[in-house]
């Protein structure tokens, strides 16, 4: 609770700061302050399993993609989706406000999707066998959440850390520190790069999407009170041109979940593996 109203009082201090500054000095203006636009046709396919257990992908529906994405950027407020990292594209695109724009870093202000909900009931019913570790409990929303992003750039490198709130704007309560690397490697027309990342998760985080209530245990899913977990990412993430308008990527992310992610009823995977091969149309 006290990590949700500091959330909430930074944006608001952020915001009254930002209108200052905008109204104190126009020095800090960049070209990303003009209005810009693109819209964007992504189908892929991917390999991206969830670590519950006996829940395994299955059918064609699972392994392909099509989506909508928007880029807009206007005088600070922006809408985009990651090209550098290739967890982002599981995700839908972030909204944000850029507070400060500096040559070498910045200062954002940004909701997005952190972490997946699932379904229990149409997880089964997708699974050629029964489940009963998730046989009549509760669904869980998808984590969405207010942060503060700092970003710092250094030639091809990019590193940004997050402070986010998911208590704010879904049901999943308690907050996260999301951290990642990305160095660009351009080799003719591909754009390669090479990311690494650390996400720590609070224990109402995980005690949402792996915990077990009182109300929901049963025979195969004793009550669980789950903690604190880390993530440990490595990728390496694709993209080249075909045509003006289309382009191909592609890309790996292993992803490393902590001991206590293991020690829930509901989970019986600590490593995951995400796979993206895809095609991109741009208007």
Do not use: C
């Not at 489940?131 to 503060?148: K, Q």
């Not at 591909?190 to 990311?195: E, H, M, T």
């Amino acid at each position: 609770m006290l990590f949700k109203k500091l959330i909430v009082l930074i944006f608001l201090l952020s915001a009254n700061l930002a209108l200052a500054n905008e109204k104190e000095s126009t020095t800090t203006q960049t070209p990303d302050s003009d209005f810009s636009w693109q819209f964007m046709i992504n189908m892929a396919a991917v390999y991206d399993p969830v670590f519950l257990k006996d829940v395994e992908l299955n059918g064609i529906d699972d392994f392909l993609a099509f989506s909508l994405s928007l880029d807009l950027y206007y005088k600070g407020f922006y809408i985009q989706s990651s090209q550098r990292r290739l967890g982002s594209q599981f995700y839908s695109s972030e909204i944000g406000y850029q507070l400060i724009n500096k040559d070498d870093w910045a200062i954002d202000i940004l909701t997005k999707s952190y972490i997946s909900g699932y379904s229990p009931k149409y997880l089964i019913e997708d699974q050629d066998k029964p489940i009963p570790t998730l046989d009549g409990l509760n669904d869980r929303d998808s984590g969405n959440g207010i942060a503060i992003r700092y970003s710092r750039f250094i030639d091809n490198d990019l590193f940004s850390v997050e402070f986010a709130s998911l208590g704010v704007l879904s049901r999943a309560d308690g907050w996260l520190i999301d951290s990642f690397y990305s160095h660009l490697i351009q080799y003719r027309n591909w754009d390669i790069y090479l990311g690494g990342g650390a996400t720590f998760y609070s224990s109402r985080v995980i005690d949402y999407y792996l915990g077990v209530d009182l109300e929901e245990a049963n025979e195969y899913r004793p009550e669980h009170q789950a903690d604190g977990a880390m993530r440990l990412q490595a990728e390496i993430f694709a993209q080249h041109p075909i045509s003006e308008n289309w382009s191909f990527s592609a890309g790996i992310t292993q992803n490393y979940y902590s001991n206590s992610v293991l020690d829930s009823p509901l989970a019986d995977k600590q490593y995951i593996t995400q796979i993206l091969i895809g095609v991109m149309y741009v208007f």
